[in-house]
Structures are given as C-alpha cells and as structure tokens.
C-alpha cells in the first residue's frame, strides 16, 4: 500500500466515485497520479514513504461530474496536509456531491 491513499463516495447517488482523477503533489511538483477504482479507491497512489513537509492531493471532480452530465460548483477539490515525521500512512476519504464535499484524515 502507498504511504498516501484516498477514496472517493458520491453521496448523491449514494455510489462509489470511479474514475476520479486524483495527483499527489509537494512544492516542487507532481509526485503521483491515479484513478479511483470501482470501489472509489486509490491504494498504488505515489511512494511508500514521503518525507515531512506539505503536500496536495488534488481530486478531478469536474471532469467526473461532467462524464455523468451533471453540473457541478467544484472543478476540482484540493487538500492540503502535511506529513508528520513518524507518521506511517495517510488516508484521506472525499464524500463528495455536486455542490459539497467533505474531507478527513482517515485511517
């Protein structure tokens, strides 16, 4: 499993989000980049150790909500985190609709 995972849930349609794109950024750049599975997941998603500092996930919640005709106020969501030294995974879970979303630190 990768240091950092994530899984997406469209709580409209009360499905798992597939086919969300998602990258895996520091300061210096992009580090990693995926799609959500059939379950809305992401588990081979960039290294397995980062080191302490600031990253970004970044979800492509547009281009989803587009590929279901449906109008959407997010292009995109972004988390920002930051690593902890120590630390040995990072999950970070998005419910998401097409007007909210919400996002935490899983486990």
Do not use: C, K, W
Not at 1 to 22: E, K, R, Y
């Amino acid at each position: 499993m990768s240091f950092v995972t994530a899984h997406v849930l469209d709580a409209v349609a009360g499905v798992p989000a597939q086919g969300v794109a998602i990258t895996l950024s520091d300061d210096r750049g992009e580090l990693a980049a995926a799609a959500t599975d059939a379950d809305g997941r992401v588990t081979d998603f960039g290294p397995d150790q980062l080191e302490p500092g600031p990253y970004e996930v970044a979800f492509g919640t547009g281009d989803y909500f587009a590929g279901r005709n449906q109008d959407t106020f997010y292009p995109s969501v972004l988390v920002r985190f930051t690593v902890a030294a120590g630390q040995a995974h990072y999950h970070i879970p998005l419910l998401l609709s097409a007007y909210s979303y919400t996002t935490y630190r899983g486990s």
